[in-house]
T-cell receptor
Framework: GQQLNQSPQSMFIQEGEDVSMNCTSSSIFNTWLWYKQEPGEGPVLLIALYKAGELTSNGRLTAQFGITRKDSFLNISASIPSDVGIYFCPTASSGDKLTFGTGTRLAVRP | GAVVSQHPSWVICKSGTSVKIECRSLDFQATTMFWYRQFPKQSLMLMATSNEGSKATYEQGVEKDKFLINHASLTLSTLTVTSAHPEDSSFYIC???????????????FGPGTRLTVL
């Protein structure tokens, strides 16, 4: 089956720093989504990527879909305390089912 | 737009009782809804895919007789945990997939989750 790897598993950074995290897969996908989950809440969609090479921004967030369609990265610029949470990068497979990786846990030190 | 609600947000029940969780798409029609379970410090695990007007499709290892799913309308799906036991305690999250009119077909919008604690 497909494997989805997220790295790093966790990050503990200083407020104001930039953050970069990525996802890689052994399979090719047509869609890559980035979600953020805060404690006790459901995931919230941040960015959706639909084309290889696509680069999309949402405020301080920027995500790119890799040319090979096997990877994606998410950058957060000038982090703030409310960026704390778990970042997931699920991919869509047959039947629109999403496969979630283990997530990247982000902690921001004020 | 694309708001999904869940009710209740948390529930505590005794072992052996049944609990129903509702998932609603508030501002769009969702022909497909998904139910996930998330244990502490773990990722979301898909339990089943719920299609309006038809039987749900369960993932391998998920007991369909224990986790009853009903998707009676384009805006409502329910998950009933029957004869709940402490090991069923978890965070249950639903998502709804917007149709072509509401957005890209692969985009799922998640509810806020329901925390189930079985004593």
């Amino acid at each position: 089956g497909q494997q989805l790897n997220q790295s790093p598993q966790s990050m503990f950074i200083q407020e104001g720093e930039d953050v970069s995290m990525n996802c890689t897969s052994s399979s090719i996908f047509n869609t890559w989504l980035w979600y953020k989950q805060e404690p006790g809440e459901g995931p919230v969609l941040l960015i959706a990527l639909y084309k290889a090479g696509e680069l999309t921004s949402n405020g301080r967030l920027t995500a790119q879909f890799g040319i090979t369609r096997k990877d994606s990265f998410l950058n957060i610029s000038a982090s703030i305390p409310s960026d704390v949470g778990i970042y997931f990068c699920p991919t869509a497979s047959s039947g629109d089912k999403l496969t979630f990786g283990t997530g990247t846990r982000l902690a921001v030190r004020p | 737009g694309a708001v999904v609600s869940q009710h209740p947000s948390w529930v505590i029940c005794k072992s052996g009782t049944s609990v129903k969780i509702e998932c609603r798409s508030l501002d769009f029609q969702a022909t497909t809804m998904f139910w996930y379970r998330q244990f502490p410090k773990q990722s979301l695990m898909l339990m089943a895919t719920s299609n309006e007007g038809s039987k749900a499709t369960y993932e391998q290892g998920v007991e369909k007789d224990k986790f009853l799913i009903n998707h009676a309308s384009l805006t409502l799906s329910t998950l009933t945990v029957t004869s709940a036991h402490p090991e069923d305690s978890s965070f249950y999250i639903c998502s709804a997939r917007a149709g072509l009119a509401g957005g890209f077909t692969d985009t799922q919008y998640f509810g806020p989750g329901t925390r189930l604690t079985v004593l």
